[in-house]
């Protein structure tokens, strides 16, 4: 397991600060020890660490109290990201009160960039505020195409201004050792297994759909996780990704300047990941109009990969993408999130998710291998 960076450390006036505004009263700490440790007289020490529990000793009034701050220390068991470790003290705090005999929770307490703590016990929901920027989601722009057969040549540049955006963010690489293994494996296990991967989509899918039959959708996650496998050795592709990057998340104003929104599932990935999420569209709002990936969607496609590749050549994404393609098709095949597509749709969808994970390398210049039945 991993240690917390140096800088994670709380300085013993922090805490007496916090105590005071809890208490509305002078607080005085008599002694620090870390669970397991020795204990320290507050006196002699200016810091103490911030990722194991410690015990801490002190008066308010003539009152002696003693409590046991608590942190998560990221683990690569689900505490790979900050986000894990602010759900968990969340749930810490919402439910040990609930258990007979279990040890109260007394507070939760957040740190500030100023390294000053507060008490969050109030909270009983975090909400999320962002600035507004005017535009249409790319979507719009899919939708008119699908409907009117022409691509403009502004179609074709924003498609080429997208790979260019995400080859270059794709470019940033994580740069610690240590942790990139473990925040790969939790990337392909999410892809997997989280309730907005693989295993949730073939979930939410309702039984005995004689379009979907629960022996199909149960073989493309045994494919998945065989993907799971031959992708774990491969921590090196770890980069910065957005995670979410599809038409409604990109939002273009009309001097065709674009902004992203909603990145989701942390900051690092697999560049298939963003990759996969936009192209799928293509094919996806092609199919809606023909059975087959063709102009002026299949212009847009070329485009984008090809913009794509001049700007990052990578060609071992074609050899990774096949489980996230996969993921992708199941979203946009799904009677819950796209209700009103056409069953052969669902159906062409469905056969390009088994075929593209049949597959060791992604051809991407002939889909339509991966569109026919048998």
Same mark, same amino acid.
């Given at each position: 397991?991993?240690?917390?960076?140096?800088?994670?450390?709380?300085?013993?006036?922090?805490?007496?600060?916090?105590?005071?505004?809890?208490?509305?009263?002078?607080?005085?700490?008599?002694?620090?020890?870390?669970?397991?440790?020795?204990?320290?007289?507050?006196?002699?020490?200016?810091?103490?660490?911030?990722?194991?529990?410690?015990?801490?000793?002190?008066?308010?009034?003539?009152?002696?109290?003693?409590?046991?701050?608590?942190?998560?220390?990221?683990?690569?068991?689900?505490?790979?990201?900050?986000?894990?470790?602010?759900?968990?003290?969340?749930?810490?705090?919402?439910?040990?009160?609930?258990?007979?005999?279990?040890?109260?929770?007394?507070?939760?307490?957040?740190?500030?960039?100023?390294?000053?703590?507060?008490?969050?016990?109030?909270?009983?929901?975090?909400?999320?505020?962002?600035?507004?920027?005017?535009?249409?989601?790319?979507?719009?722009?899919?939708?008119?195409?699908?409907?009117?057969?022409?691509?403009?040549?502004?179609?074709?540049?924003?498609?080429?201004?997208?790979?260019? !955006?995400? /080859? &270059?963010?794709?470019? +940033?690489?994580?740069?610690?050792?240590?942790?990139?293994?473990?925040? =790969? *494996?939790?990337?392909?296990?999410?892809?997997?297994?989280?309730?907005?991967?693989?295993?949730?989509?073939?979930?939410?899918?309702?039984?005995?759909?004689?379009?979907?039959?629960?022996?199909?959708?149960?073989?493309?996650?045994?494919?998945?996780?065989?993907?799971?496998?031959?992708?774990?050795?491969?921590?090196?592709?770890?980069?910065?990704?957005?995670?979410?990057?599809?038409?409604?998340?990109?939002?273009?104003?009309?001097?065709?300047?674009?902004?992203?929104?909603?990145?989701?599932?942390?900051?690092?990935?697999?560049?298939?990941?963003?990759?996969?999420?936009?192209?799928?569209?293509?094919?996806?709002?092609?199919?809606?109009?023909?059975?087959?990936?063709?102009?002026?969607?299949?212009?847009?496609?070329?485009?984008?990969?090809?913009? !794509?590749? /001049? &700007?990052?050549?990578? +060609?071992?994404?074609?050899?990774?993408?096949?489980?996230?393609?996969? =993921? *992708?098709?199941?979203?946009?095949?799904?009677?819950?999130?796209?209700?009103?597509?056409?069953?052969?749709?669902?159906?062409?969808?469905?056969?390009?998710?088994?075929?593209?994970?049949?597959?060791?390398?992604?051809?991407?210049?002939?889909?339509?291998?991966?569109?026919?039945?048998?």
């Amino acid at each position: 397991m991993t240690q917390e960076p140096d800088g994670e450390r709380l300085q013993v006036e922090q805490f007496l600060r916090y105590l005071r505004a809890r208490h509305g009263a002078e607080a005085h700490i008599e002694q620090v020890q870390e669970l397991g440790g020795e204990a320290t007289g507050a006196a002699a020490i200016k810091q103490f660490g911030y990722g194991r529990p410690l015990l801490i000793t002190y008066q308010v009034e003539g009152q002696r109290h003693q409590e046991v701050l608590h942190t998560i220390r990221r683990t690569p068991f689900g505490r790979e990201r900050e986000d894990d470790r602010v759900a968990a003290i969340w749930l810490d705090y919402h439910t040990f009160n609930e258990l007979p005999r279990h040890v109260p929770a007394l507070d939760m307490i957040g740190r500030t960039t100023d390294g000053a703590l507060h008490s969050l016990a109030d909270l009983d929901e975090l909400l999320l505020v962002t600035r507004y920027y005017p535009g249409a989601p790319y979507a719009g722009d899919l939708a008119r195409i699908r409907d009117e057969g022409t691509a403009g040549d502004a179609d074709v540049r924003r498609a080429e201004t997208l790979a260019a !955006y995400i /080859a &270059r963010v794709h470019g +940033e690489k994580h740069g610690d050792d240590a942790h990139r293994a473990a925040l =790969w *494996r939790r990337r392909l296990r999410d892809l997997i297994g989280h309730g907005e991967g693989i295993m949730g989509l073939t979930d939410s899918y309702p039984p005995d759909l004689f379009y979907a039959p629960a022996e199909e959708l149960r073989a493309l996650e045994q494919m998945a996780n065989r993907w799971r496998w031959r992708l774990k050795p491969l921590s090196h592709r770890l980069c910065q990704v957005h995670g979410d990057f599809h038409p409604f998340n990109i939002i273009f104003d009309e001097a065709h300047n674009f902004r992203v929104l909603d990145r989701s599932r942390g900051a690092w990935g697999e560049a298939a990941d963003d990759v996969s999420c936009l192209t799928i569209n293509y094919l996806f709002f092609s199919l809606q109009r023909q059975a087959d990936l063709s102009p002026p969607f299949r212009t847009l496609w070329d485009r984008f990969w090809q913009t !794509y590749f /001049a &700007r990052r050549p990578d +060609e071992e994404l074609l050899q990774v993408i096949q489980p996230w393609l996969a =993921w *992708r098709a199941l979203v946009v095949a799904s009677p819950v999130w796209y209700p009103t597509i056409t069953v052969e749709t669902r159906r062409t969808l469905l056969t390009f998710a088994r075929r593209v994970m049949e597959s060791e390398r992604f051809d991407y210049q002939n889909v339509e291998r991966y569109l026919e039945t048998g």
